[in-house]
């Protein structure tokens, strides 16, 4: 792999990411959002595989393919079951309309590249020239997430932000240890368990997934 | 030896999954607390005779870590013996399982052996991992009730917690990344031992770091639950079961403000100490500002019990922006008090409830008379929370304030100083009609079960000895607080 080759990798594999984060807030159907999700979540794994490959690190590699695993696989499915559960689930509700979503979506991801310059000029890696990407995805899917009325939905977006903070975490930290990164694996699969169980619950108190239903706990 | 600390939760954790939750495992867990607070007290004269601790390159302990080892043993010994009567009750009264007791019994010891982990961890992306475990651990304990409010508040409490405490691992990898290109490092890998990032801490990059400690703060913070990212707090806190609440509220936060701590440490060393003072300021005094408007218009208990939890955390924050020894001292000091404190309010609370029946402050009226045990203990857990000699907090408070005016931080004490006071009206007003109220016909003269009153009572005793003297842990809170001071 060329030094060209390898930062045009890395570019389009983050650009994919950022792409499928902003299509999110243009579609509707969830079925279609989860599987934005699912190519988000390959794109952020493919980028450490790349990055793996080009640093012969076995223990980049191995971690690469599980996270593929756990991001293209098991999450994604997890939810298409959690969405499938509800008929009522399957349109997301945004609170703010398209075309509003895509100028916000616009502006933070200015905000994005404005705000990790020093990020940037820290180091000459062709790594580090893709972070603003990473954080734009951070932003867009906080975004997203704060602007959904649905519980699938809000942890789609969730789990959009994390996506955004795992390429961030591969293309900047060299060397986090591998039971470091182990950890955050688990602790990210435990916390969707756990909302998957609180949805499966809300289901059945409230019999439906309508976050507006959550408004009886206020001052 | 530090592994065991993590170890003692863990006995009645597998007690409970193995046998189902008794009143024997609720004992054990009692007993793994009090070791914890004996065990935290070894551990600081050692630190003290002989510096920093380790075991492997996993665990280390200094005066700090040593110090919330003992405040959360004490927590968790309140809350543990709260818990065998409450689980009783609620078994009795069918508002649990056998199966949602156990559950209850596996997750709250996990829960307390999840935070001893993350004092005692050296390394920052690991006590990221063990912080992130609090959340997921006490998800459902939140939920224990699984009622339409609890599962709301469940809800919340994991939404935010999560990523609030995802941002932080951001700000981690950020410190990661610049860690590893300092001058002298040249990519190489970095460690993320807290020790050899302090070590480096004046070649990290400025600006990459003042992203990094914006994410932290923000990230950490909001399990602090300082605002403007406190808004799960009251539901959660308020929804959670009595003793959990106790755990959340008096250890929690004060684990979550360790994690500030130690960052902040590398912060003033990277940035100086202006940068982590004004962004300790502003969450300080947005939290009083907050917590004091809405503790004013409180309707719920056990929610002005959260509300004030917010404030505390903002007063702790003050100090930790003041920076000064002194302050830190106090600052430690404030949530050792606080979590004593807050737990005997909590658990009172959570008696209350159980035998009123409601949570609503209009609807709970003389407890002194109806109920002088629990309305006394509850009364005065309140009186020393809101700063009122004899108890702790009335100390600590005057040294924050004191050191912060003379540190030219005067009119932030000033501010500070006057939404205390209206927060002491406010309580007082509430209180007043709980506690001295003229009782309706059919608020009934329910003795308080000597089980619930016995760790009230011992929670109190502490509570009152610690505003008397603190000479047991006055070397322990001065060498802890250097260790954060600039």
Redesign the interface.
């Known amino acids: 792999m060329t030094r060209a080759t390898y930062a045009e990798l890395l570019n389009l594999l983050a650009g994919i990411a950022l792409v499928a984060a902003v299509l999110t807030l243009w579609r509707r159907k969830l079925v279609a959002i989860v599987r934005l999700l699912a190519v988000q979540g390959a794109a952020v794994a493919a980028t450490g595989l790349v990055i793996g490959i080009d640093r012969a690190s076995v223990s980049a590699i191995v971690l690469a393919t599980l996270a593929f695993a756990l991001k293209a696989g098991v999450i994604p499915l997890v939810l298409l079951r959690l969405v499938r559960r509800g008929p009522d689930a399957r349109e997301t509700q945004p609170l703010v309309n398209v075309s509003a979503s895509l100028v916000a979506a616009a502006l933070l991801i200015a905000l994005a590249f404005a705000?990790?310059?020093?990020?940037v000029?820290?180091?000459s890696?062709p790594e580090s020239r893709v972070i603003p990407l990473g954080f734009a995805i951070?932003l867009v899917g906080?975004f997203s997430?704060a602007t959904r009325g649905k519980?699938p939905s809000?942890?789609v977006g969730?789990l959009l932000?994390?996506n955004g903070?795992a390429l961030?975490?591969v293309l900047?930290?060299?060397?986090?240890?591998v039971?470091?990164e182990l950890?955050?694996a688990l602790?990210v699969l435990?916390?969707v368990l756990?909302?998957q169980?609180?949805t499966a619950?809300?289901q059945d108190?409230?019999g439906s997934l309508d976050?507006d239903q959550?408004q009886?706990?206020h001052? | 030896m530090l592994l065991l600390f993590v170890l003692f939760p863990i006995a009645p954790a597998v007690a409970a999954a193995a046998c189902g939750w008794q009143p024997w495992v609720g004992r054990v867990a009692v007993a793994t607390s009090g070791l914890l607070v004996v065990g935290g007290g070894i551990l600081a004269a050692r630190v003290l005779d002989n510096g920093p601790q380790t075991f492997d390159t996993l665990l280390r302990a200094d005066a700090l870590s040593a110090f919330m080892v003992i405040l959360i043993g004490s927590v968790a010994l309140l809350a543990s013996w709260f818990s065998i009567p409450y689980l009783t009750a609620e078994l009795t009264h069918h508002h649990t399982t056998a199966r949602g007791a156990q559950l209850y019994g596996i997750l709250i010891n996990a829960f307390i052996a999840t935070m001893v982990f993350a004092v005692l961890v050296d390394n920052i992306a690991v006590m990221w991992v063990t912080i992130e475990g609090t959340t997921i651990v006490t998800a459902f304990l939140v939920g224990h009730r699984r009622t339409r409010h609890s599962l709301e508040a469940s809800w919340k409490y994991v939404i935010l917690g999560s990523v609030g405490i995802v941002l932080a691992f951001l700000g981690t990898v950020l410190v990661a990344y610049a860690a590893a290109h300092t001058h002298g490092g040249g990519g190489g890998e970095p460690s993320l031992s807290w020790t050899s990032v302090v070590e480096i801490a004046h070649q990290l990059d400025p600006g990459v770091m003042r992203l990094a400690v914006v994410l932290l703060f923000l990230g950490y913070g909001t399990k602090v639950g300082l605002a403007p990212m406190h808004t799960w707090l009251p539901d959660a806190h308020s929804q959670a079961p009595a003793p959990v609440s106790a755990l959340m509220s008096g250890a929690l936060l004060s684990v979550a403000f360790y994690a500030i701590l130690r960052v902040k440490v590398i912060a003033d060393l990277a940035l100086g100490p202006a940068f982590s003072r004004t962004l300790l300021i502003i969450a300080g005094l947005l939290s009083l500002v907050v917590a004091t408007s809405l503790i004013i218009a409180q309707r719920d208990y056990k929610r002005l019990l959260a509300y004030s939890s917010i404030e505390h955390m903002g007063i702790v924050a003050l100090a930790a922006a003041i920076g000064t020894p002194l302050a830190l001292s106090a600052a430690l000091l404030h949530m050792l008090g606080h979590g004593i404190g807050k737990s005997v309010a909590f658990l009172g609370s959570g008696e209350i409830a159980l035998t009123e029946g409601t949570t609503a402050i209009g609807e709970v009226h003389g407890l002194v008379a109806r109920r002088p045990v629990i309305g006394v203990s509850f009364g005065l857990s309140l009186l020393g929370l809101l700063g009122l000699p004899p108890f702790v907090l009335f100390a600590t408070e005057i040294a924050i304030i004191n050191a912060g005016f003379a540190q030219g931080l005067g009119w932030v004490m000033a501010i500070a100083a006057v939404l205390l006071l209206v927060v002491f009206g406010a309580v007082l007003l509430h209180a007043k009609q709980m506690l001295f109220g003229i009782p309706d016909e059919h608020e009934r003269r329910t003795p308080t079960a000597t089980a619930f009153a016995r760790p009230l009572l011992l929670g109190l005793a502490a509570f009152t000895a610690l505003g008397i003297s603190i000479w047991p842990i006055q070397q322990l809170l001065h060498t802890a607080a250097r260790i954060v001071a600039h």
């Open positions: 705000s990790t310059s020093a990020v000029s820290l180091s890696g951070v906080f997430l519980a809000q942890l969730f932000f994390e903070v961030v975490a900047a930290a060299a060397g986090v240890s039971v470091v950890g955050v602790d435990l916390a756990v909302l169980v609180l619950r809300m108190k409230f976050l959550l009886e706990l001052d």
